[in-house]
């Protein structure tokens, strides 16, 4: 696996876009805002990471843009697809087709080995791999030798590729990831961060994350910060440090 350049990709075609996005769960005096007109965009083959500080509304934000949750007002765009106003059928669909998941639990199925939790998606679906792709995923998340072993029979970190591997095979348009290191001690967490990267960088994929860990949006080419629930900045190429600074002032 080669990972070259920490320089920043160029934001250039959007893979996700929000304009006005608003939330607010329940009315009246015991209605909170957790998103306030959020305006945002997501570049194509960029890996982009959401932080802010606790209650700030990224995980909320990550949830609209996948189609997850609902918006109370305002669009998100899927590519040129306005997700808020498709129903229900036509958005299973989309978020099938076009969006992969990587969860803080890697939601493996026990039963199956690592080969068929990453191909199961695309058999529910009835669709054919792509087996040039497969065999580059493979490569790229190292998981080759462990293709027949169960989820039991691998390491946390070797888990959590398997959730990366299955997530790409479908060629989604977005992968979004939420705390996907929150799980795995801090080598594994590298090791997973890697080929995330390896596959923005080689595979062209879009990602965006969710996380609490400077190290962690380290690893991205921007980090866009939340604070109450509105963008307040955003950080391109950024360091642990430079990341680490940006959240003392949001919390001060």
């Given at each position: ?9 160029p ?7 929000a ?49 997850l ?8 765009r ?38 068929q ?27 080759r030798?462990?293709?027949?072993h ?19 095979i ?28 390896a ?24 980090v ?23 959240l ?5």
């Amino acid at each position: 696996m080669t990972i070259t350049g920490r320089e920043a990709v160029p934001q250039t075609t959007a893979a996700v876009t929000a304009r006005g996005v608003t939330k607010v769960y329940g009315t009246g005096d015991t209605a909170v805002h957790a998103l306030r007109g959020v305006d945002v965009s997501f570049g194509t083959g960029a890996f982009t990471a959401i932080m802010g500080p606790s209650g700030s509304g990224k995980s909320t934000l990550m949830h609209c843009l996948a189609g997850l949750d609902t918006v109370t007002s305002g669009e998100v765009r899927v590519g040129d697809v306005d997700i808020t106003k498709l129903n229900d059928k036509k958005l299973t669909l989309l978020r099938r087709e076009q969006v992969g998941f990587i969860f803080q639990a890697f939601n493996l199925l026990p039963a199956l080995t690592a080969e068929q939790n990453i191909r199961l998606p695309l058999d529910i679906a009835g669709r054919q791999a792509d087996e040039d792709l497969f065999d580059t995923v493979i490569r790229t998340v190292g998981l080759r030798d462990r293709l027949r072993h169960r989820p039991s029979e691998l390491s946390g970190g070797q888990q959590q590729r398997v959730a990366v591997a299955r997530a790409l095979i479908g060629k989604p348009r977005v992968i979004f990831a939420d705390e996907p290191t929150g799980n795995l001690d801090s080598r594994s967490g590298a090791e997973v961060l890697s080929f995330l990267r390896a596959s923005v960088r080689e595979l062209g994929q879009t990602i965006v994350m969710v996380t609490h860990d400077p190290v962690a949006a380290s690893y991205a080419d921007r980090v866009v910060f939340l604070r109450d629930g509105a963008l307040v900045t955003e950080l391109m190429a950024p360091s642990p440090q430079t990341v680490l600074d940006t959240l003392v002032q949001l919390e001060a």
